[in-house]
């Protein structure tokens, strides 16, 4: 079935630095891939989107690629806030949403 | 003004009781969902209703009934609970269906079960 792979499980940066996520999905007929930032005990929410139509998208400090042949995709954090922390996930969509496993990253001042 | 709002935020009950869990949205979306996230944090899709009509349903124990009485509500009852099912569960929405449009998610029942 669709499975949607998320790397790493943990990360940990310095204030200022980047950070970045990767993941993989298995079913070519996806075409939405969203990213949500989930903070303790509060609900995911939607930071950046990509379509399949496109290979890059950028939103301030945060970026996200896609690479359709290699069907990876990737969220980049540039200057990294201890605001950051939280728990992100990577979805792919070929109809539903399937969730990758979730990165806690944690931004240390 | 909460977008997708959930009742209760919180449910403890015992093993075999059988509880609701509501879900309103005010963003004049089509399409709502339920998912579930696990103590590891892992979310999955259970069902997808679309004005009204199921249009995903998950491999989910049939114990497990939404229900949608119009395109803004999407109510979960569950039967005869196990402690298997001790979860956070949200409800989302989104423009429209199959997936393709950004979700709006609730805050989210906290579900344990003693």
Redesign the interface.
Known sequence: GENVEQHPSTLSVQEGDSAVIKCTYSDSASNYFPWYKQELGKRPQLIIDIRSNVGEKKDQRIAVTLNKTAKHFSLHITETQPEDSAVYFCAASAGKLIFGQGTELSVKP | DTAVSQTPKYLVTQMGNDKSIKCEQNLGHDTMYWYKQDS??????MF?YNNKELI?NETVPNRFSPKSPDKAHLNLHINSLELGDSAVY?CASSPSG???????????TRLSIL
């Open positions: 590891k944090k892992f979310l999955k899709i997808s995903i949200f199959f997936g393709s449009q950004p979700q709006h998610f609730g805050d989210g």
